[in-house]
């Protein structure tokens, strides 16, 4: 559809193939969503029911096919090791399904009669877990702006609320977009000298509580007024809590980056 209204794109490739599919396994996951950037590959599980997890690998297209090839068992006791067993014995759940990894920035959101949302307007790394969040943002910041069109006797294709529109979703995808960017940049870069870089890095975000307050804050899509408010709570020590949002980042300081989900 994009397409067909003539509308670019900036897309960065990053040559990567997602393979996609449930598993079961043996060692409940206790609702916690964790993500491993090793050599390679990226490994993400995704809480389903107790003993069930999304399962979502990044590796090479020609890995990914080969994965794909390979029966049940095969492909189960491949997975566990990849795993490193941290989930027990695992067996596949249904089907699996191949993505191209690619994000994606719209040059123009909106158009005479139209308003692109969800990945067509930002497609981003699945990393933060929150491609659909922000679909779900852009189509909460368009029935905003249409509603506020209508109310003032102005059609749904008022020119002036669709440029709104698009002012409001790029600034506030924005921030999440290049937060991502720099996630993926910095766990996926294999030469010799990131992974100490990357330790050090870490190391100091979890020493400054206020930025990795924010970071956090950020990775979950905390609205910048709670952000704000954490970040200037955190500064003045007037308030130990945690930012009140819906989630728990961490970063560890090993080659891992988990979010904690609560339910
Ligand atoms: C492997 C992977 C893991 C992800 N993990 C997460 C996660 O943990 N958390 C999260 O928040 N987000 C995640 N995302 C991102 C999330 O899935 C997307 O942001 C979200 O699905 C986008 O929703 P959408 O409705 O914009 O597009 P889509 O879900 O892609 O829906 C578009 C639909 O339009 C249909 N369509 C396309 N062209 C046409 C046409 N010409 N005519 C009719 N129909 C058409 C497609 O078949 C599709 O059904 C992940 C994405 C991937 C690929």
Known sequence: MRRL???PV???????TMLVCRMHHEIPHEGVAREWFGHGQTRALLPLDEHTVSLVLTVTGHEAAKLHAL???AFARDIEARLERRLGA???VGTRHTYPLVAIWARQLVGP??????????GMHP??????NLGLASADRLAA??????ARQRGVADPAALARYQRQHRAGALPLFLGTGMIVGLYTDDRPLAQPLRHAIIGGIRRLRP???VLAAAVVDAPPPQTLLGLMRSVARFDPRPLPHQGEAALTDSDGFFVRCTP
């Open 145 to 150: 702006t249409l509603g506020d069109a209508l």
């Open 90 to 92: 695992m067996r596949l």
């Open 10 to 16: 900036a897309m960065h490739d990053f040559g990567k």
């Open 113 to 122: 009669g139209f308003a692109l949302v969800g990945d067509a307007a930002v």
């Open 71 to 73: 029966n049940e068992d």
């Open 5 to 7: 209204l003539g509308v």
């Open 211 to 213: 930025l990795r307050d």
């Open 127 to 132: 990393v933060t877990a929150h491609g659909f």
